[in-house]
């Protein structure tokens, strides 16, 4: 079949190569017209020429609403938009809205795989209504891997976007999990070879995973990542996921504390932590104890320098 | 080669049958003589008759001190006794020191694979010196998985005790990770078909793993788990791993939030919630609030029930 | 001076007695015509008769819209309206513009004090411009206690409520604070009485506060606290601060691991943990370990039931 | 009474002076000359000459065993040794049998005041046997602050400093609640007076307290505390509460989330997110998109750069 894809990135160009491989016609926008397939958004509808239209956005989620509003002017009743983009999953039912408004169908789609996608396939979470979701399905099929797994119709619309935002939250979690280990394993001092008992990890344990295999390669290439900087970003959907999770009333402890660690780290000072030696020096003259000499701490000179 | 296994319990049992499946001689004992292959320890010695005696000790912690204790008496110089189950790492030193002052070897082995490892084989991280590593290795390599993986020589005396601590410590944050996503999914209205979202995970996504495995098996089973009890019990090294980042100065957020969501989970009341409903009537008529009727919550007769 | 004040629940009414003690006039209005010193909002209005009309609203989140928008079409250029309920500080901008377009006043004002408040005074945050907070002054002075503190112009539209609400994520994690170690004193066999070590707590130490007083007074009254239910519910500001925090990225671990807990307490049941728990059968027949006999446990017959 | 005081440190010194205002003798001994009142220990316990010798031993807890087993020979049955200093409550029992062994008494006293004490008087929390603390009562009496609190027999021997080490677990959570919401004042827009809010929390609100007192002080000679490093240390209170709570299988999950900012903030690196972001370079070409410039993330160009 026939789809228009916009935004050719890095994930939309890998998408746009492994949906030709499976032997559909693309027809890709970008406004880079080194790697666009059309003129301009206007010129790729044109190109888009057998039955329903069907339009892919892959696009970061600031463009999304613009881009959406000036397809409903060239898409007709019938034809499919489909958000693939780590949008947030409370604007698909606005864009769905919108959309049905014109007759026009809405998919939110969220999509796994990074730059292993085109070589294995993306999972694939998709939200909507079911006759949509079967009008797109070969190009689904195309994108995910050859397997029984890595595709849902997760439900109604935004469902494909809140269960990509809640398989990013767990991935927070579970990379911090594996953090955690490896900082108490540097720490030990009977332990003597970190990389050698992840690598042994991969197989017959509780803890063998895809990201554990990763933290492997990261560690055959810098044992104690030196070369790492200790900054650790975050995206959209660690931070939304929290928020769900509060405005539903779900504790999700693992999860926040996996967001909190990272905000820590981005941070130049540690705001928080100034506060808390500031009251340390107001209540206890734990300053005054750091400038007095060394010698204060010995036996018969001591006294209890903490004792508030 | 020829080994003596203590203790033919659960995980006991099915080493002994994977052992000898690799061509080796297992002597068990286990005091339930229908299972054991000797009348008792010292008989389960005297059956080791080839070159130097190795004895794999297989008991819960409480037992392990008078075991080897014993077996002090019945081995000689040369000889290595094995420590194979879930002991502290804090105890090894103390075991290997008491047995290298008879010429006895020792060796802290943890153990990974559960039911599963009778068929898969067991990740084993081994501590102790190299020599009695290298005499006991046809044993490690008739229990490990048949690949590169799943055994480590991780240490010193202790090290194999303390990864496998570590191993448990992510694996308590892994299963809370899924957990939490887990909820958060059945929570939310747009989704209708959570095992399903969770089965498509397995291949294509980042949080692809065993566990993830794990977790769809059981969604098959109970689709929302309404036949367990929502109590999770808790062993020794989540404990233990905590105690020893907070005693090496690690910061472990998610595994000690894990830890703490399965004290709550195996609490019949909450205690610190009763403070914090008492102190909420203390301050604020909340419980005043609670029993006036519904109606003085409508326009204008309002106010604000909550302004402390 | 003359004040509107709308709503005259638990803590509108004690306020209007307070106003009054400070020597002004309150024309409340409540829907209850009992309490209520007027008809409907219209005759409230119409009762102030001196100078620029200054209406206090005092209503819970979902009835603000709904009077703001009647109460501007009863004033008049140069009016103020202040908002003193527990409204999220997103509301106020939006007030504030919607208010501006008429040429009247707002401020929002975030009330702390709940049942005390009329003896003691209310601690008042308010937002909004000077000149506007210059003309209410009276009034939050007769509010306000006799002391220098207690009031705040905290910066712009929307800093009231949100310094009311950072006032009250806090105070979730203060009283966790006191609830976690209260919890750990009463699990410590050495202890003999806890309400007396939190009563002498209220002077010479770190850790003393108005909180810690309500827990004794708690105590006094139920030293286990066996007559209350352990279930911590949360009002809004509780969630919003976690919220803002996460869109802010700044790190809370305390404020929201203390929310996350009156979320646990207030579950029927806990589905994380049936999670945890179903997962762990899956790996490792901790259920099959739970159904074998005790003895299953002694020396000899053992294994390692955890192995996994 | 009279009482022998070994170490005459910060807190020492100064209880030197409140017991003596309290009109009792005091022969303190420190190793520094110039501030002791004896040669060495045993001049000290020679000066003691009123009745039953009392010792109160105010050192850093490495120096405490070796200054109890000095005394044990210098002291007859019917004496009592104090050890006022944070020792760890599980060396309390410990002490008391040693004692015991030889007809002394022993009492735990966990002391708060820290540099405010000496005016405003020592919370004291005092475990061991009622005879003993009736017998020392008059030199608490002293110490304590002159009102009906800050005194109290927790229990059994230890119990005293386990109420002092959750006395100071509370505090650790305390001070980072208070921290937490600094930060989040800070760095919300519309607030423009960050000290004068937690000013105005004096008085009328739910959360006033010391601490907040002392915060205040704080941010009036430093409002954005911009002289203050962001390195909060930790004693050893924090620690063990964490570590006895998970003995005793009890949540403590802000407590501990106040430990582990502390320990963060302590790092000169931050291991696990150095791990977190070698994950991120792995799994998705999160560096890679770090290098592309950045108008390929402007519409049409775009694409989707965190989509794993």
Redesign the interface.
Known sequence: MQIGL????????NMRERIRKGGHTVIG????QEI?DSKD?QDMVNQLTEGPKVVWV???IQ?VD??VTQLVDMLSPGDIIID???SK?TNDKRHAEQLKAKGIGFLDCG???????LE??????V?GEAADVAMVQPIFDAL??E?E???????????GH??KM????????????????????????????VP??F??????????????D??V???HK?PH?DK??????D?G?G?W??????????????????????????QE??????????????????A??AA?PEK?????????????
Do not use: C
């Open positions: 916009v935004g050719l990135g890095k994930m939309g160009g926008y970008d406004r880079n666009s958004l892959m696009l970061p463009f613009e881009t693939g983009g780590n999953w999509v796994s795989g990074g730059i292993w996608g294995y396939g993306y999972a694939l979470m939200g995910k891997p397997s797994y890595g595709f849902v119709h997760a439900g109604a619309h935004g469902a809140f269960a809640v398989h990013n939250g767990i991935e927070y979690a579970l990379m911090q999990a594996y953090a955690e280990g490896w900082e108490l394993l540097e720490k030990a001092e009977e332990v003597t070879d050698k008992i690598e042994s990890w991969k197989e017959g344990t509780v803890i063998r995973s895809w990201l554990l990763l933290t390669d990261a560690l810098d990542l790492i900087d200790d900054i650790a970003e995206s959907e931070r996921t929290v928020n769900a999770a509060v405005d539903l009333g779900v504790p999700v402890p693992t999860i926040a504390a996996s967001l909190f660690a990272r905000f820590v780290s981005q000072d540690k705001p928080a932590m100034k506060m808390i030696a500031a009251m340390r020096n107001e209540f206890g003259g734990h005054v104890v007095q204060t701490m010995t036996p018969g000179e001591g006294g209890n320098p903490k004792g508030h």
